[in-house]
C-alpha cells in the first residue's frame, strides 16, 4: 500500500467549480505539502502545514484553499477552478527533522475546461 | 530568494553513455541539497541528498552528485545509463531554514535510448 495516497487519480472539470483534492498518509509525518507541478516550471509549492493547527502559504497561494482535517489528512481545494489551474498535483509529507526528505504522492491529474 | 537552475530541459543517450546533468542554485548560506528522479507515470522519488561532509555523494541506482560549494553547483552524474533511467530529474534546495521548505528547479528529461 501506498504511504502517500491521494484521491482521484484524475480529474476533468468545468470552470468555475468546486473541486477537492485529497491525500492521507499513513507514514506518521507532521508535515504535509502540495505541490503542482507543470510542464517546464518544476514543482511550485501551494500551502503546506507543520501539523494539525497550522497551515502556510506557499508560492502559489491564490485560488487555492487546504483544511488539515488530521495529522493523516490535508485537502486541497480550488473555490473556482479556472483553466490555468490544469496541472499535476502532488501531496507530499515530511517528518520535522530539518533534513528530512519529502515523501510524494502519486499525483492528481486534474484537467479545468 | 532562492532559485535553482537546470540547464538541461532534455537529454537524449545511448544506453552506457555517461550522465552529468547541472544544477546550480542562489543562495549563499548553507544549503540543503537534493535530486529527485520522476519516473513516467509515477511519483516522484529521492534520488540523492547532501547535508554536510563529503562533498561527493551517492545515491541509488549507481548516481552520485558532487557539491561544489564555489559553484554553487549540484551536478548529477552517473558512469552508464540504463534505459530504465529514463525519467525527469528534479534539483532542489533547502536554504537551511529549520523547515523542509525545498525549492526546486524546472526539471531535466532524460531520455536513454536502448
Known amino acids: 500500500d501506498a504511504d502517500v495516497t491521494q484521491t482521484p487519480r484524475n480529474r476533468i472539470t468545468k470552470t468555475g467549480k468546486r473541486i477537492m483534492l485529497e491525500c492521507s498518509q499513513t507514514?506518521?509525518?507532521?508535515?504535509m505539502y502540495w505541490y503542482r507541478q507543470d510542464p517546464g516550471l518544476g514543482l511550485r509549492l501551494i500551502y503546506y502545514s507543520f501539523d494539525v493547527k497550522d497551515i502556510n502559504k506557499g508560492e502559489i497561494s491564490d485560488g487555492y484553499s487546504v483544511s488539515r482535517q488530521a495529522q493523516a489528512k490535508f485537502s486541497l481545494s480550488l473555490e473556482s477552478a479556472i483553466p490555468n489551474q490544469t496541472a499535476l498535483y502532488f501531496c507530499?509529507?515530511?517528518?520535522?527533522?530539518?533534513?528530512?526528505?519529502?515523501?510524494f504522492g502519486n499525483g492528481t491529474r486534474l484537467t479545468v475546461t | 530568494a532562492q532559485s535553482v537552475s537546470q540547464h538541461n530541459h532534455h537529454v537524449i543517450l545511448s544506453e552506457a553513455a555517461s550522465l552529468e546533468l547541472g544544477c546550480n542554485y542562489s543562495?549563499?548560506?548553507?544549503?540543503?541539497l537534493f535530486w529527485y528522479v520522476q519516473y513516467p507515470g509515477q511519483h516522484l522519488q529521492l534520488l540523492l541528498k547532501y547535508f554536510s561532509g563529503d562533498p561527493l555523494v551517492k545515491g541509488i541506482k549507481g548516481f552520485e552528485a558532487e557539491f561544489i560549494k564555489s559553484k554553487f553547483s549540484f551536478n548529477l552524474r552517473k558512469p552508464s545509463v540504463q534505459w530504465s533511467d529514463t525519467a525527469e530529474y528534479f534539483c532542489?534546495?533547502?536554504?537551511?531554514?529549520?523547515?523542509?521548505?525545498?525549492?526546486f528547479g524546472t526539471g531535466t528529461r532524460l531520455l536513454v535510448s536502448p
Open positions: 543562495y549563499g548560506g548553507t544549503v540543503n
Open positions: 532542489a534546495v533547502n536554504a537551511g531554514t529549520g523547515f523542509q521548505k525545498l525549492v
Open positions: 507514514k506518521g509525518h507532521d508535515r
Open positions: 507530499a509529507t515530511s517528518d520535522s527533522g530539518l533534513n528530512s526528505p519529502l515523501h
